[in-house]
Nanobody, 121 residues
Framework: QVQLVESGGGLVQPGGSLRLSCAAS????????MRWYRQAPGKQRELVAT???????NYGNSLKGRFTISRDNAKNTVYLQMNSLKPEDTAVYYC???????????????WGQGTQVTVSS
C-alpha cells in the first residue's frame, strides 16, 4: 500500500507565497519522477512541474521563474515553492508520483488527494 499526503495549501493574497509538500509512504522500493498538477474550476487538469530522480526539472506554461519544484529523496517528499502568486493560480494542486513498489517491484503511478490553493485579496 502506498499513500501520498499533501499539505501546505490555503488562502493567500496576490503576490504572496506558498510551499506545498507531498510525502509518499508505504511499500516503496524506489521513486522515479515526481510531478505537480493543478485543476482550476471548469478547466482541465494541467501539468505544473516535473522533477526526475536525477533532479532534472521541467515546468509548464511559463510557470518557471515563479514556481520551483524540488525533492528530498531521504524523505520521499516533493515540494512546490510558489511565489508571486496570482488569482489565476487558484486551483486544486495534486502531486503525482512514479514509483516501484517494494511488495512486488512493479512500477506504478499514484496521485495525492489534492490541496486547495486560493489566491485572493
Amino acid at each position: 500500500q502506498v499513500q501520498l499526503v499533501e499539505s501546505g495549501g490555503g488562502l493567500v493574497q496576490p503576490g504572496g507565497s506558498l510551499r506545498l509538500s507531498c510525502a509518499a509512504s508505504g511499500s516503496i522500493f524506489s521513486i522515479y519522477s515526481m510531478r505537480w498538477y493543478r485543476q482550476a474550476p471548469g478547466k482541465q487538469r494541467e501539468l505544473v512541474a516535473t522533477i526526475t530522480s536525477g533532479g532534472s526539472t521541467n515546468y509548464g506554461n511559463s510557470l518557471k521563474g515563479r514556481f520551483t519544484i524540488s525533492r528530498d529523496n531521504a524523505k520521499n517528499t516533493v515540494y512546490l515553492q510558489m511565489n508571486s502568486l496570482k488569482p489565476e493560480d487558484t486551483a486544486v494542486y495534486y502531486c503525482n508520483v512514479d514509483l516501484a513498489r517494494a511488495s512486488d517491484n512493479e512500477r506504478a503511478n499514484y496521485w495525492g488527494q489534492g490541496t486547495q490553493v486560493t489566491v485572493s485579496s
